[in-house]
């Protein structure tokens, strides 16, 4: 399993840390909006309504 790490802001660093994707115990997988940092554990949140949108399909439009 590979540990996907991004650059997010960390409130209690006060500043943009590495963050990780700790393992997932909802079943989210690879998809799960949880971050760490990596420096003082600190549990982030990435946008969840945009990131429930990724790779989403647009919903189809029905004619009037």
Do not use: K, N, Q, W
């Not at 500043?15 to 003082?40: I, K, Q, S, T």
């Amino acid at each position: 399993m590979t540990t996907e790490l991004s650059l997010l802001y960390c409130p209690a660093c006060e500043r943009d840390c590495l963050a990780e994707a700790p393992p997932c115990p909802d079943g989210h997988g690879d998809r799960c909006p949880d971050r760490a940092c990596v420096e003082c554990g600190t549990a982030l949140l990435l946008d969840a309504p945009l990131f429930a949108e990724i790779g989403r399909p647009a919903p189809a439009r029905r004619a009037a």
